[in-house]
């Protein structure tokens, strides 16, 4: 069945197999980092969604970062970084689609390819900047604030001089987006509408510069 509600434990069932053998055209993965995101509710719905849901028995979809273990795929060798949708599970055989390799910087963490230089870092700056083209004074309202994208695009807005209202689902969230120094913080959609039309979201008459973040 489907879970309802928040996610438990008992939605999910634990198996332990054999390590599968990679074939020909394909690599052997040893995953050793996985993003847990908000996303993985939306997953596990039977609603419609920009991909199909995970299917009742199937191994739960996640990001992965792993290191190839075996190679039989000309364009990776064993002891590669690398990236992709290879699920909550200790190993994993591709075809190499979908997979990035990540550079072997150790300066940088293998965890932030998880994050501000995975999908969500390009997604909020090109979001913000290309598509909302924000200006310095202006007010912007990020719903989602607490989120991976939307806590990103709080940050840069700050830093392109923008008023920042961030929309957060508990007081929890709203505690977490305060570390990054949003200018005002509104607990549910509701409430922020109720300001919205009221005229206490804005400043000097100056208009919403865009949602960005989340679905509103």
């Not at 591709?94 to 997604?123: E, V």
């Not at 120094?181 to 300001?195: F, K, L, P, V």
Request: charged share 20%.
């Amino acid at each position: 069945a489907r879970p309802v509600g928040f996610i438990k434990e008992s939605d999910f069932e634990w198996r332990e197999e054999t390590v599968p053998t990679p074939g020909e055209g394909e690599i052997l993965v040893r995953n050793i980092f996985l993003s847990l995101d908000p996303a993985n509710r939306g997953w596990v719905s039977e609603v419609k969604s920009y991909v199909p849901p995970v299917a009742i028995g199937e191994v739960m979809r996640g990001m992965t970062i792993g290191v190839v273990e075996k190679s039989h795929h000309a364009e990776f060798q064993a002891g590669d970084i690398v990236q992709g949708i290879l699920g909550w599970q200790d190993y994993a055989v591709s075809n190499g689609a979908g997979l990035t390799r990540l550079p072997k910087d150790p300066s940088l963490p293998l965890t932030t390819h998880l994050g501000l230089f995975g999908i969500i870092g390009p997604t909020a700056y090109f979001g913000l900047l290309d598509v909302g083209k924000p200006k310095a004074g202006e007010t912007l309202v990020v719903s989602a604030a607490a989120g991976a994208v939307g806590s990103l695009v709080g940050q840069i807005g700050k830093i392109k001089g923008c008023r920042v209202v961030g929309i957060v689902g508990t007081d929890i969230d709203n505690i977490r987006i305060g570390r990054s120094d949003i200018d005002g913080r509104y607990c549910s959609q509701s409430e922020i509408t109720r300001m919205w039309a009221v005229g206490q979201i804005t400043t000097d008459g100056v208009p919403i510069s865009g949602f960005i973040g989340g679905l509103v």
